[in-house]
């Protein structure tokens, strides 16, 4: 199986910046497109942004310009560098991803599960 772990998150003030990681583990060939979601007690989970094996990256329309999503396959860890923050995008942070089905080993892994996600809080 694949375990992901979310880090970073923390309190900042409007405008300020915050770097989160998801740190992958178990079977990471098996890693696909992965994704940064984000949720609160006032709105669903919601896709962030995302990124292939590639590098081809995609961005909700709220964070288009202030977030950026990356990944260092080398070390199994995908990355959101989020900056000129606002209150609105209070949440809790989530990491998941996609699994490599076409890969027959990868096929046969249990399904991918939310963890712990990390907190973002920012202040007015």
């Known amino acids: 199986q694949v375990q992901l772990v979310e880090s970073g998150g923390g309190l900042v003030r409007t405008g300020g910046s915050l770097r989160l990681s998801c740190a992958a583990s178990g079977d990471t060939i098996c890693l696909s497109k992965m994704g940064w979601y984000r949720q609160s007690p006032v709105k669903e989970r919601e896709l962030v942004a995302d990124?292939?094996?590639?590098?081809?990256?995609y961005y909700t329309d709220s964070v288009k310009g202030r977030f950026t999503i990356s990944r260092d396959n080398a070390k199994n860890t995908l990355y959101l560098q989020l900056n000129s923050l606002k209150p609105e995008d209070t949440a809790v942070y989530y990491c998941?991803?996609?699994?490599?089905?076409?890969?027959?080993?990868?096929?046969?892994?249990?399904?991918?599960?939310w963890g712990k996600g990390t907190q973002v809080t920012v202040s007015s």
């Open positions: 998941n991803a996609r699994l490599d089905l076409l890969q027959r080993s990868c096929a046969t892994l249990p399904d991918m599960s």
């Open positions: 990124i292939t094996s590639n590098g081809v990256t």
